[in-house]
T-cell receptor, first 115, second 112 residues
């Protein structure tokens, strides 16, 4: 079974600083990988996804992630944090099973942005 | 014009009751899902339907019964509610079985 590990359940950065949220995956086949963001009391919104095309994936709100097969990683970055980036971020891997497709999520990283 | 909608948004009920959560998507997608997010924010898939047919059924107690009357709707009925059922339940949909999933706003269930 595929799995995802997110290192750091809480990350705190200053406004304007680099954001780096870590995600490592385990998969026996080339994975589809996703980053979702969840704002307080809201649903999940797709930030970006990797589907075996370009290894550097650009998403919404200035976020990007790089797929590194050798490191089995898919870390999320943003050059300059904004207060509005404060949210819970989830990395997920897509697994095809029995004709269906399910997302297996990491445990999430709470991003705090301070002035 | 919400893409994936759920009702109700909040649900507070007593242990032992039966309740239903409804989900509708207007994206024309073929596949719909139910996920459960626990108090530690861990998300886990429960069910998936493709064209009204059940294709994923994780190890969920049989007190939980999904129903898909048509491609645009996937409802979740829960019998004999237990304290441990308290969670946020998210509905999602995707164009096909291997496409990006789009999530609804969630239903916050509290069992007292």
């Amino acid at each position: 079974a595929q799995s995802v590990t997110q290192l750091g359940s809480h990350v705190s950065v200053s406004e304007g600083a680099l954001v780096l949220l870590r995600c490592n995956y385990s998969s026996s086949v080339p994975p589809y990988l996703f980053w979702y963001v969840q704002y307080p009391n809201q649903g999940l919104q797709l930030l970006l996804k990797y589907t075996s095309a370009a290894t550097l994936v650009k998403g919404i709100n200035g976020f990007e992630a790089e797929f590194k097969k050798s490191e089995t990683s898919f870390h999320l970055t943003k050059p300059s944090a904004h207060m509005s980036d404060a949210a819970e971020y989830f990395c997920a891997v897509s697994e095809v099973t029995g004709g269906g497709n399910k997302l297996t999520f990491g445990t999430g990283t709470q991003l705090k942005v301070e002035l | 014009d919400t893409a994936v909608s759920q009702t109700p948004k909040y649900l507070v009920t007593q242990m032992g009751n039966d309740k239903s959560i409804k989900c509708e998507q207007n994206l024309g997608h073929d596949t719909m899902y139910w996920y459960k997010q626990d108090s530690k924010k861990f998300l886990k898939i429960m069910f998936s339907y493709n064209n009204k047919e059940l294709i994923i059924n994780e190890t969920v107690p049989n007190r939980f019964s999904p129903k898909s009357p048509d491609k645009a709707h996937l409802n979740l009925h829960i019998n004999s509610l237990e304290l441990g059922d308290s969670a946020v339940y998210f509905c999602a949909s995707s164009p096909g079985t291997q496409e990006t999933q789009y999530f609804g706003p969630g239903t916050r269930l509290l069992v007292l």
